[in-house]
């Protein structure tokens, strides 16, 4: 047995009671662009089935899935491309706010 063990729980380091600096923005939704994004696809992907011309091997609705599946999925893609340039230009548009602390740190 060694003369110095270690604690069973670790104990957290002492926080500084000062102000913390940070940087407050609107951040844009996740989830909302991504539906966006997939429904635009489905409308491209119907409008393409139904003003296309007909073909004799497959029927106009099984056309318009299978063309929904692939143009929903451009269309959440480009969608989350869209969010990434959003996201980051309302990062740079942020402002430094000072948040004052609290009452005591919460330990888990």
Do not use: C
């Amino acid at each position: 047995m060694e003369p110095m063990q270690q604690p069973a729980e670790p104990t957290p380091d002492p926080t500084p009671s000062g102000n913390i600096e940070v940087v407050v923005h609107a951040a844009p939704k996740f989830w909302p662009f991504m539906g966006v994004g997939a429904a635009v696809g489905i409308i491209i992907a119907l409008i393409s089935a139904y003003t296309g011309p007909e073909s004799p091997d497959f029927s106009r609705g099984s056309v318009a899935g299978f063309l929904a599946v692939g143009f929903a999925f451009a269309g959440v893609l480009l969608a989350g491309i869209v969010f990434l340039i959003v996201d980051r230009v309302t990062l740079k548009r942020g402002r430094r706010a000072t948040a004052v602390p609290t009452g005591e740190p919460e330990h888990h």
